[in-house]
């Protein structure tokens, strides 16, 4: 079964920052290029194989509902939905992406107020 690929806003806002921040801070617009492609590569092979990502566990062991598939630094996270894999975010290795997805979490450093 072939499952639909649809991309979230942000997930391609994402990408367009991510390959922004690549050109401008390093100026190397082919190296922005090829991170951009190879994240939007490593989401093409969900279309036949969406549950090949590692599942996102919320604190607790809670199935979050989302995965993600890496491309060096960084992190393409979806869901499966019927027969559609749904895009969500596009995140650096070293960002927080529990809390990009759930801003809701509690860091366990968090003071509470």
Do not use: C
């Not at 991170?35 to 604190?59: H, Q, R, S, V």
């Amino acid at each position: 079964m072939q499952y639909k690929i649809n991309y979230s806003p942000a997930f391609l806002d994402d990408l367009f920052q991510i390959g922004d921040y690549i050109e401008i801070q390093f100026h190397n617009p082919p190296a922005a290029d090829r991170i951009t492609n190879g994240i939007m590569d490593a989401t093409d092979i969900l279309a036949e194989y969406p549950e090949t990502g590692a599942k996102i566990f919320l604190p607790g062991g809670l199935d979050s509902g989302y995965r993600f598939v890496t491309f060096e630094d960084y992190l393409a996270i979806y869901q499966i939905r019927f027969n559609e894999v749904y895009i969500a975010r596009a995140v650096n290795v070293r960002q927080d992406y529990m809390r990009v997805l759930f801003p809701w979490l509690k860091n366990r450093n968090d003071k509470d107020e």
